[in-house]
C-alpha cells in the first residue's frame, strides 16, 4: 500500500481499444479522480507485445514484460484489458499472490476460472473487480452485488453481445439471410475477422455465467453453460417470428426454480430466441446491450447502454479503478466473492421453455392429428396452432406452452420422423411471453 | 461495532408500508441475508407511534421512544422509513454522532439538508447510504456514486414520482383533464389523500436535487431546483402533445453546462414537458420509474423499474443495509460524501430549453409576421411552425430550438400581449428531441 504519499500506482495490460481509452481517461480526469479516491492515480507502466505501436503511451512506460511489471513493489492496482485465458491468468494471479488489487474487462478468463482468481482474492485480501467484463458501460455487476444483496434475485435475461444484436436485428430489418448480415456487421466493423466467439454464442454463453454466479450466489463456468450461437438462424425464422409479432434475440437467460420440496437451483443458458415485439428487449437495437432482472421484491429492472466499445468499457474499468483505490486508500477491501449458495445447475433438458414450431405438411385428413398427438404423447401443451394451406401442402404454426427442454426436442424429433410431415421450417424456442 | 458476537443489532424507525416489509424481509431471509454480510441481522427494536397498530412486529421491540433507541449501546446501524425533515432530522443526528451507520429513504431530508447528515456521517466515521430514496428498487444512485465514479456525467433525466406518471399515462390514454385523472389515482391507491408533494412536483424535485449532487459531486439542496408541477397540464396540452407525436412527462432534469471559458454550471429543475414518442421514457407507464443518465465516456445509459411500492422500496433498503453492515463486520466505511467539485448553480432563466407554442390567433394578414417577429427580437430560433385555420380564427403551433428558458419566457409573454393573438392554449417545454 504505497499509499502514504498521495499516489496509487496502476499497472495496465493491455493497451488496444479499452486499455488506449484508460489511458486517455486518466490523463484527462487525472485531478477529478484524485478528488474522488483521495489520492492520485499514476500509471506505473503499460505492457504491450510491440511498444513501437504505441506513440500515444508515454515511452518510458511502455514495457513488454508483464510478469516484472504485475510484480514490481510500487504497483497498487493491475487493470487486464488484453482478454483470453492465458498467460493472462497466470498474469493477474501473480499480481494477487503480490498483493495487488485486480481490475479486469476479461469475460472469458472470469466465466472459465473466477474461482481461482476470486480464492487468491480472498487469501490475499485484495480487491477483484470485473464490471467491465459484462455489457460494457452498463452498471450491472454491482446493482446485482451491492444493490440486491438484500434481495432474492429469480432471473436475469439480456442481450449481451452486440455484434450478434447487430446481425439479427438487420436481418429483422431487411429480411436478409445470416450471412449477408454478417458480412453488412463485418464491413462495418462490428463484427471481427474471425466471429467465431460472438457468432456462435461463446461471449453471451461467458456472460451469462457470470451474471449467474452474482445473482445466484454459487460458482457458475462456462462449461455449466448450455449455448447455441446464431448461425443457425435463417431469414425463414425471422419471418415466422415476424408473423407471430415477435423478433429474434440471442439471449442470455439465468434462472433460479425452486421444486415442489423447496430444493433450489439454477439454470443458465445462452440462444437465440423469439420474443414479443412489445417486449422491451424487442426494442433495444444495434450495438446496444439491455438486461432485465427480477427480483421477489425488487420486482422487474431494466438497465440499457453501450455494451461494447473502448470509451463505454473504459468507463467500467475506470469506474472498478476507483473502487478499489478508494478501498486501498482506506486500507480495507470490497465485498468479496459471494457463492455461499452453491445451488446445483439444472441441464438444459430440466429446463422449462416454450418452443415455436413452424412445419410444412402435407395437406390431408389425419396431419394435425398426427401433429397433434405427438406433442400430447410428450406431455406438451399446445397454446396455439395455425395452419396456411398452399396448394397441396401447408404450413402449420405451433406455438407451446411451458414443458422441459427435453420433452420438446422429444416432440421435434418425433414430427420430423413423421412421413407427412416435410422438414421443419423453422423450430425456435420463445421466450417473454406472459401466461406461460 | 458489537460483531464479536457475530451479530449486528439493527433499529427500524418507521413501520408503515416499507417498514413492515423491511421486518417481513429480515425474517424470511435471514439465514442468507447473514451469509452475505458475514453477522446475523436483528432487529434492536422498532420504533412507531401506536405499537396497537404492528401485530406483526413481536411486541418486546416496539417502542415509542425513538429517541432512546437510535442511541442504544447494541444498535449499529439504524434504518429510517419515516419520512419528513423533522424529528427525523434531529434522531438520525443522534444516531450518527453515535456511531451508528444510517440507511435511509427519506428524499425530502436528504434533499432539504443532507449536508447536515454526511458531515455527521464523516466525523464519526459511520454510513449514510439513501439508495431508496430515490426512485425505489431501481439501482441508481449506487451506480452514479459508484460504478461511474471514472466518468463525467452530463446529464441525468428521469421519471421518478409513480403518482404523476400515472396520472399524465391516463390523460396520454383516455383524453381525461387533470382532475378527472387525479380522482382515478386517488382511487386506485396511485395519490395519496393529500396528494400536494407528487403532483405539484415536490417529491420529483427533491430526487432530482439529490441525483445532482451526486452525479456533479456538488452539494445540491431542493432550493436550488427550479419545480413546477402537473397540476396546470390541461387535455389541450396533451392533445397538442400527440399532434406532434409526443406526451407529456413530469421530468427530473440534472445537466453539467460548459461555457466557452470552461467554466461549469450546473441546473436542476423538475417540470411537465413533452417528450417524442419514439424516445424510451416516453413509454414508461403507470407507476414505474426510468432514469436516463448521460456519461462522456459510457454514453448514454437507462434504468428501469418500479419507484415505490413497499416490497420494491424495502428491497432498496436492504441492499443498503447489507452494505453498511459489510462495512461494519470488516471495519471500515464506503465512500462518503463527494462534493468535492462544488459547482454554482445555473438559474432556470440561464437555462437552454425548447418551447411547444400553441396559439389562437385571427385569420389575418401580419399575424404570421408580428408572431415570427416577437421570436426573433428574443433571439429565439424557430425549429416549426403550422398553422391551422378555423373559421375567421386559426390555431399557430410553433417549436423552437434550444434558447434561454429566460429568452423563451419574455418571447411567450410578448405573445401573450399581442391584440391579434388570444390566449395561449399550450406553452410548455420539449425534452428528448434530436437536433437541439
Known amino acids: 500500500m504505497t499509499t502514504t504519499d498521495g499516489v496509487l500506482k496502476v499497472a495496465l495490460l493491455g493497451c488496444g481499444v479499452v486499455g488506449s481509452e484508460v489511458v486517455r481517461l486518466l490523463a484527462e480526469q487525472a485531478d477529478e479522480l484524485a478528488q474522488r479516491v483521495g489520492a492520485r492515480l499514476e500509471l506505473a507502466g503499460v505492457a504491450v507485445r510491440r511498444p513501437a505501436r504505441h506513440p500515444e503511451v508515454p515511452a518510458e512506460l511502455l514495457t513488454t514484460d508483464a510478469e516484472a511489471l504485475v510484480r514490481r513493489d510500487d504497483v497498487d492496482v493491475v487493470v487486464e484489458v488484453v482478454g483470453g485465458i492465458e498467460p493472462v491468468r497466470s498474469l493477474l494471479l501473480a499480481a494477487l499472490e503480490s498483493g495487488k488489487s485486480v481490475v479486469s474487462a476479461n469475460k472469458a478468463l472470469l466465466a472459465d476460472d473466477g474461482a481461482t482468481l476470486h480464492d487468491a482474492a480472498t487469501r490475499n485480501g485484495v480487491d477483484l473487480y470485473y464490471e467491465a467484463a459484462v455489457a460494457g458501460a452498463i452498471p450491472l455487476l454491482r446493482p446485482l452485488r451491492e444493490s440486491l444483496a438484500g434481495d432474492r434475485i429469480t432471473r436475469v435475461m439480456g442481450i449481451v453481445n452486440g455484434t450478434t444484436n447487430f446481425i439479427l436485428s438487420r436481418m429483422d430489418a431487411t429480411g436478409a439471410g445470416f450471412d449477408e448480415a454478417l458480412a453488412e456487421a463485418t464491413s462495418l466493423g462490428y463484427a471481427e475477422a474471425d466471429p467465431t466467439a460472438d457468432v456462435d454464442g461463446y461471449d453471451a454463453a461467458a456472460k451469462a455465467a457470470i451474471l449467474a454466479g452474482l445473482a445466484f450466489h454459487t460458482r457458475v463456468t462456462m462449461s455449466d453453460v448450455h449455448r447455441e450461437g446464431i448461425g443457425e438462424v435463417t431469414a425463414a425464422d425471422v419471418a415466422s417470428a415476424q408473423a407471430m409479432d415477435c423478433t429474434v434475440k440471442l439471449l442470455a437467460i439465468c434462472?433460479?426454480?425452486?421444486v415442489a420440496d423447496g430444493t433450489e437451483s439454477v439454470s443458465v443458458r445462452a440462444h437465440p430466441a423469439m420474443i414479443p415485439r412489445r417486449h422491451p428487449l424487442a426494442g433495444v437495437g444495434d450495438a446496444f446491450n439491455a438486461v432485465f432482472v427480477e427480483a421477489e421484491a425488487a420486482g422487474s429492472l431494466m438497465f440499457y447502454g453501450r455494451g461494447a466499445g473502448g470509451a463505454p468499457t473504459a468507463s467500467a474499468v475506470l469506474g472498478d479503478l476507483v473502487a478499489v483505490a478508494r478501498n486501498r486508500v482506506s486500507g480495507s477491501r470490497g465485498a468479496g466473492e459471494?457463492?455461499?449458495?452453491?445451488?446445483?445447475?439444472?441441464?438444459?433438458?430440466?429446463?422449462?421453455?416454450?418452443?415455436?414450431?413452424?412445419?410444412?405438411?402435407?395437406?390431408?385428413?389425419?396431419?394435425?392429428?398426427?401433429?397433434a398427438n405427438a406433442f400430447a404423447e410428450e406431455g406438451?401443451?399446445?397454446?396455439?396452432?395455425?395452419?396456411?394451406?398452399?396448394?397441396?401442402?401447408?404450413?402449420?404454426?405451433?406455438?407451446?406452452?411451458?414443458?422441459?427442454?427435453?420433452?420438446?426436442?422429444?416432440?421435434?424429433?418425433?414430427l420430423a420422423a413423421m412421413s407427412l410431415v416435410g422438414r421443419a421450417a423453422s423450430v425456435m424456442r420463445v421466450e417473454g411471453m406472459t401466461g406461460e
Do not use: C
Not at 355 to 371: M, N, R, S, T
Open 255 to 258: 434462472e433460479r426454480t425452486t
Open 338 to 371: 459471494s457463492a455461499y449458495a452453491a445451488l446445483p445447475i439444472r441441464s438444459m433438458g430440466e429446463v422449462t421453455t416454450r418452443y415455436h414450431v413452424a412445419l410444412d405438411v402435407a395437406d390431408q385428413p389425419g396431419v394435425l392429428a398426427g401433429v
Open 380 to 414: 406438451v401443451s399446445i397454446q396455439t396452432v395455425r395452419q396456411e394451406g398452399r396448394g397441396d401442402a401447408a404450413t402449420l404454426v405451433l406455438v407451446t406452452h411451458a414443458a422441459t427442454d427435453a420433452a420438446l426436442g422429444r416432440t421435434v424429433e418425433k
